[in-house]
């Protein structure tokens, strides 16, 4: 049984980003360098522990799946795992595509105002979205390398055609059928 990796996975995987945008900061524009600049840190830092923690504890789940037989269980709680995640990335980049479009807005009516100002936020608001979008690719690496676990253990995913030729495999992927 996977159960304590699942559930040490899920747990982990339960922790969200820290909010990298915050109403308060638009308003007061004389301390948004120093909140942004903190904000970035914050959640580059976070971004850094969270893959970390995330990478042994996979390694920690490719071991244990590795040393003792894989039941169908294992592999119905490895496919809830993997559609948790994926629906957590989906809801944090929906998320991300809403903070961007206000954001967009909320540059616009202040370069109409304020141009030295939409300029010196513009930027800031990049550097934070960077660093939310560099959380929402890590979950994506994380579910791809779940997926690419499971199908290791999976008979059923253990058929398909094998490429010998590089180019073969590209244009095989490149298909709208892969």
Not at 8 to 35: F, G
Request: charged share 30%; with cysteine; hydrophobic share 45%.
């Amino acid at each position: 049984m996977i159960d304590a990796a699942i559930i040490d996975l899920t747990h982990h995987l339960s922790r969200q980003p820290p909010a990298i945008v915050s109403p308060y900061l638009a308003a007061q524009a004389a301390t948004t360098a120093r909140a942004s600049e903190r904000l970035v840190r914050d959640a580059e830092r976070w971004n850094a522990d969270w893959a970390r923690d995330a990478e042994r504890q996979v390694d920690a789940l490719r071991l244990r799946l590795e040393t003792g037989p894989v039941t169908a269980q294992d592999l119905r709680q490895l496919d809830r795992l993997i559609d948790l995640l994926t629906e957590q990335t989906d809801t944090q980049a929906a998320t991300f595509r809403s903070l961007e479009k206000r954001t967009r807005r909320f540059l616009k009516q202040v370069k109409a105002r304020a141009p030295q100002d939409a300029a010196r936020l513009a930027i800031e608001r990049d550097r934070l979205f960077a660093a939310y979008a560099r959380s929402c690719l890590i979950r994506f690496e994380l579910v791809l390398a779940l997926r690419a676990l499971r199908a290791g253990h999976d008979p059923a995913a253990q058929s398909g055609p094998v490429f010998t030729d590089p180019a073969a495999l590209e244009k095989y992927l490149r298909a709208p059928a892969a």
